[in-house]
């Protein structure tokens, strides 16, 4: 069991920078990969990013790269995602998650994924 806690949303406007943080407790993350995920009003969640177990691999949707960054500090067990330059198409429900199932897809398949977070709001005003 991973019990995993975002933090560092807000209100912001266009331009603005934010750190969301994923706290995690219960068991280590430093063997699971580590994503995160949005859902936009009215939309789908969409996968955002992802970082391998010893953080030297990322993965980025094409909308956020470039902006976004995302790292882990596994001594803290602790997952980041560094957001700049934010839009207002950035504006969502943000959600860390532990990814459980490693298989042929890449790390954007969101039932792969088996520990979710509650979720932190981005809200960005233009």
Known sequence: QVQL???GGGLVQTGDSLRLSCAASERPIST???GWFR?????E???VAAITTSGTITYYTDSVK???T?????AENTVYLQMNSLKPEDTAQYYCAA???YGASGPG????????????QVTVSS
């Open 66 to 68: 470039g902006r976004f």
């Open 70 to 74: 995302i790292s882990r500090d596994n």
């Open 99 to 101: 990814r459980l199932i």
């Open 5 to 7: 806690v975002e933090s």
């Open 39 to 43: 859902r936009a009003p009215g939309k």
């Open 32 to 34: 699971l990969t580590m």
């Open 45 to 47: 969640r969409d996968f």
């Open 109 to 120: 398949r969101i039932t792969d994924y088996g520990y979710w977070g509650q979720g932190t």
